[in-house]
DNA sequence: AAAATACATTGACAAAGATCAACAGGAAAA
DNA sequence: TTTTCCTGTTGATCTTTGTCAATGTATTTT
């Protein structure tokens, strides 16, 4: 149990034994399946999940109905409404399971107790942090500055597994274009 | 000196006066004239910025020349290429003054040690790279969900001062459009 | 096994945005 | 002052992407 939290833990941060002893009594397990969720937007954001096993999205629907994935959380990451947990407001993401899914929570009460009492959680999460802000901006500037066909090539080889495992219509949302545009910039990949 | 810094740092995290005096020698002053780089592409970031007074830009150019605004940072913010300051690898974006500028540099070595010498500057680092998470992360929500009209208008709202004082063209590469793009836009919303 | 659902592809057409070129006003530089 | 450069606007046209509809196939559900 625990597994993969703490082994990404000790690559950050090197713990005690007894450190992770203590730090394991704020962690609650969760499963999910399929197509569950596990925040629905309106609600509020009360925990912050690590991926253990399988593969979540977090997503806005617009007005039209249209879902836009801004993240997808595979083994080793963290997934939630970071904005809803921090200030209590209501999500506005939905965040689902792509796949069967394992999780660790971290409450609020949690969150806020580990970063008073350990000080290596507090660089753990600073870490956390600051690798999915360098995602996003690495993102970011794709979307702005590179053609189609660069932005799917890039994604593909920073991401395989998520190419491999998800859906493609997925990563069109992703990507912010529509099914069909990402099928036809495939095949004029492939026709290459 | 470093009013701003200390305004924001206090803000998020109280100090003692002795405390500041002690993270004061830390830090040092730079000016910077309207135009002038404080780094170019393929250097490698030896400091973060916090802006004191003044504007600047962080954008990276394509093949064709042209530029791609990442981020602005007006008076308290922080500006840097956050992973050449990390890693040591060369920058891929340029940072440069939009007006004449006063900045607080930190170095990598002063970061190191302020980061374990003083648990509160690492909430402070933890609470800056969150809000600058967020801050990004509505960005590409706003660009992948929303239509031009609804992105504008929400840039505006959000950040009223950079569009007042940083030319449009700047803004249409922030958002990642073409100038005239942009102004084809605006007149459409003037227009009611 | 049959039915229903989800997924990817393709075509025709519409809409959005980019590109190229010209122009005008204002600020900065000479 | 005169000149140059920077900025924003507009028009015409081209390219890219979205929309709508149809189809085939795989996957799930019953």
Redesign the pocket.
């Known amino acids: 149990m625990y597994k993969l939290f703490f082994e990404s833990f000790n690559r950050k941060v090197p713990l005690t034994a007894e450190e992770e002893k203590q730090i394991k009594q704020y962690l609650t397990p969760k499963k999910l399946r399929k197509k569950q969720y596990l925040l629905q937007e309106g609600d509020v954001c009360r925990s912050v999940a690590f991926v253990e096993k399988g593969a979540l999205r977090a997503y806005s629907v617009d007005d039209k109905g249209g879902e836009h994935i801004i993240q997808f959380g595979l083994e080793g990451w963290t997934i939630a409404d970071l904005f809803s947990f921090l200030t209590g407001e209501p999500a506005t993401y939905n965040i689902d399971a792509i796949e069967d899914s394992e999780l660790v929570l971290i409450s609020k009460s949690a969150q806020e107790e580990l970063l008073q009492r350990f000080p290596k959680y507090e660089t753990f999460t600073r870490l956390n942090i600051t690798g999915a802000y360098l995602a996003m901006q690495r993102r970011l500037t794709s979307i702005i500055s590179f053609?189609?066909e660069e932005r799917y090539t890039n994604f593909i080889s920073l991401y395989p597994d998520i190419a491999q495992r998800v859906?493609?219509?997925?990563i069109a949302s992703y990507m912010?274009?529509?099914?069909?545009?990402?099928?036809?910039?495939?095949?004029k990949m492939i026709r290459r």
């Not at 859906?167 to 997925?170: A, K, S």
């Not at 912010?176 to 095949?187: A, F, K, W």
Request: glycine share 6%; charged share 15%.
């Open positions: 053609t189609l859906p493609q219509h997925m912010g274009l529509t099914p069909e545009t990402l099928s036809r910039v495939r095949q």
